[in-house]
């Protein structure tokens, strides 16, 4: 799968606000240092779904069917998001490369 990579404020800000659905292409976001994230889905029109990473690149936690126009904060310290088309296979634990 491909995937464009967030660093800086304003892409972060910005994500898919106002972007297609995802198809085969994924929004990865990195942060400092690990910490609970909060994600909008404002000027989003389709729900995805989001892992949130530690600094060992190992899914912590999952939020599925992130719908638009809504608001979510992780439960658990992440350094890393990724957002995914809806449905995607993956599990806690699970070490991601990109």
């Known amino acids: 799968m ?12 910005i994500g898919l606000m ?13 942060f400092n240092k690990e910490k609970r ?8 029109f389709y729900p995805i779904d989001v892992l949130f990473l530690n ?3 190992r899914i912590v936690e ?4 992130f719908r638009p126009f809504s608001f979510y904060i992780s439960k ?8 995914l088309p809806i449905g995607a296979e993956y599990n806690i ?3 991601v490369e990109f």
């Open 2 to 13: 491909k995937y464009k990579l967030c660093r800086n404020a304003l892409n972060k800000a």
């Open 18 to 30: 106002f972007s297609k659905p995802l198809k085969d292409k994924s929004l990865v976001f990195v």
């Open 37 to 44: 994230i909060s994600l909008h889905m404002l000027f989003v």
């Open 55 to 57: 600094k060992n690149k």
């Open 62 to 65: 999952i939020k599925k069917n």
């Open 76 to 83: 658990n310290k992440a350094m890393y998001v990724i957002e």
């Open 93 to 95: 634990g699970d070490r």
